[in-house]
């Protein structure tokens, strides 16, 4: 069983009807309904929780947390990011979903401003599979396509990623690198680029078949864990240096 945690801000949904018209539950509440119908335990937690919903009891049981920020990125307490940063280098999973790449955590882990273009414009999207061999593009097509949907652009200010899994290209002319995967610490993360909160992104299949291929991805391994610092030789050294012998 994985235990997965989708963290959303949840503000949109508070301040706009139209939001709430598509999200009635939240976007948290969108994403664990479809979750919930696999094998995974499904929490949620907002950012007017106390402690964001993020105490330590909640990371340590969280296998893969489900990140999603857009309007209060400022108002995620530092010492809370410092936190989930430190359970994703000790292997928690970490997927980020859509304008959640300015999020501190993301930032954080990335170290760049993750900067973008963008663009509302209700322009078509086509998400071109461009590694079909990856576990996170597993029982999809060549491309996803969505009607609508908010344009990021390149160029996009994170670090080359570990692997390449999806590149976007819209109607206006931009591409983006939307599936992007990196290894942090013992721990994995995903940026998912779809899911402007005006739009029914995620309730499409396709957009829930890669979620829920990211998490299974994600899920920590049965690691060991690495020993830092001095180090006792583990056989005899016996090179001689000038005036000492080994």
Avoid at 113 to 136: F, G, M, Q, T, Y
Avoid at 184 to 194: I, L, Q, T, W
Avoid at 197 to 223: F, G, R, S
């Amino acid at each position: 069983m994985i235990n997965v945690l989708v963290w959303n801000e949840n503000r949109h949904e508070k301040k706009d009807e139209k939001v709430r018209s598509v999200y009635p539950d939240g976007i948290h509440g969108a994403i664990a309904g479809f979750l919930k119908n696999e094998e995974y335990k499904v929490n949620t937690a907002t950012l007017d929780e106390p402690e964001h919903g993020l105490t330590d009891v909640v990371l340590k049981e969280t296998d893969v947390l489900i990140w999603w920020g857009h309007l209060a990125h400022g108002e995620v307490e530092d010492s809370i990011v410092e936190k989930v940063k430190q359970r994703v280098l000790e292997g928690m999973g970490l997927i980020v979903l859509h304008s959640g790449h300015f999020s501190k955590i993301f930032k954080a882990l990335m170290g760049t401003s993750c900067d973008l273009k963008w663009r509302e414009a209700d322009e078509k999207e086509r998400i071109w599979i461009v590694d079909p061999s990856h576990p996170i593009a597993a029982g999809l097509g060549e491309y996803i396509e969505l009607e609508r949907e908010e344009m990021y652009g390149e160029h996009f200010d994170i670090p080359a990623p570990d692997e390449l899994v999806m590149v976007s290209w819209f109607e206006g002319g931009e591409v983006f690198r939307s599936g992007c995967t990196y290894k942090r610490g013992k721990g994995k993360v995903f940026y998912f680029r779809p899911g402007h909160e005006t739009y029914p992104t995620y309730y499409q299949k396709d957009i829930q078949q890669v979620i829920k291929n990211a998490v299974q991805w994600a899920k920590p391994a049965d690691l060991p864990t690495p020993v830092y610092g001095n180090a006792k030789p583990l056989e005899k050294i016996s090179v001689k240096r000038e005036g000492v012998e080994k």
